[in-house]
């Protein structure tokens, strides 16, 4: 099972600005469940909380208020059942591609056969056996971010939380890693929360979207396209694509006055 509810999450922030403090307000009593192996896009403009919202699921940061649950148990810190993939890779640049996915497998506690075993299986499974060799420094933009998906996986977490994984690639390597990002889930049945600024990359991706504002959940919606969703080209062509890409885009414009 990989659960995730946000139960009433604050999360305020205390910035020191020329020796005054101001405080921030990044989550305001934000409230949404993330089903078992369903995948929730956050979308929304800069500032509104998304990633903020995602540290917190991760335990990178604690909040202010409320609380966030896994299957029912709180999280408190980072654990194993939770894997999180950054917009860059943050890969070792001392490592090969295999041995970085051989790190997070030995914070795991694993050794032996079962370690290169795991880590190989991981990298094939993103399309990387052949270049499980290579240091960061020899792989694309596009290469580092499978790697850094691999290496996410490979702990088997119960959810993988992705914070703008594809944002910083060309559009073709973005297009491509949607689609095996889409195979991956049909594969494994992983709960994903994923961040995007991308109104197309979300109702691509998502089973449901939540629309943040001002650090609250503005809307909550269903995309309403069956799975497995086949070739993306074909999917943007259709008119339920066309319809909630334009629900987002009108949720996200709507006059501040009528954020609740």
């Known amino acids: 099972m990989g659960e995730v509810t946000f139960h009433d999450v604050s999360k305020r922030f205390a910035l020191r ?19 078992d192996g369903e995948i929730v896009a956050l979308i929304g403009p800069s500032g509104c909380g998304k ?14 208020g409320g609380r966030v649950t ?18 860059h890779a943050e890969l070792l640049p001392w490592l090969s591609a295999l041995q970085n996915v051989m790190f997070g497998l030995e914070m795991k506690g694993l050794r032996g056969g079962e370690l290169r075993d795991t880590a190989e299986k991981y990298l094939a499974l993103v399309g990387l056996s052949d270049s ?7 792989l694309s933009g596009g290469m580092k971010q499978r790697v850094g998906i691999a290496r996410a996986l490979a702990i088997d977490p119960k959810v993988l939380l992705m914070d703008e994984p594809f944002g910083a690639l060309d559009a073709q390597t973005r297009e491509a890693l949607q689609a095996e990002l889409l195979d991956i889930h049909a594969r494994t049945g992983k709960t994903i929360i994923f961040v995007t600024h991308d109104l197309d990359e979300a109702v691509l991706i998502a089973d ?8 609250k959940v503005h809307d909550i919606m269903t ?37 609740h």
């Open 132 to 138: 499980q060799n290579r240091r960061p420094h020899q």
């Open 208 to 215: 449901r979207i939540v629309v943040m504002r001002g650090g």
């Open 51 to 64: 990633t903020t919202a995602l540290r917190v699921a991760m335990g990178l940061d604690a909040s202010t």
């Open 70 to 87: 896994v299957d029912g148990r709180e999280v408190h810190g980072c654990g194993h059942d939770r894997g999180m993939v950054f917009q």
């Open 17 to 35: 600005v020329d020796g005054q403090v101001h405080h921030v307000q990044a989550l305001d009593r934000i409230n949404f469940t993330v089903r």
């Open 223 to 259: 995309v309403p396209l069956p799975r497995p969703r086949g070739d993306l080209v074909d999917v943007r062509g259709t008119h339920e694509f066309a319809e909630t890409r334009y629900k987002v885009w009108r949720d996200l414009h709507e006059d501040e006055s009528v954020v």
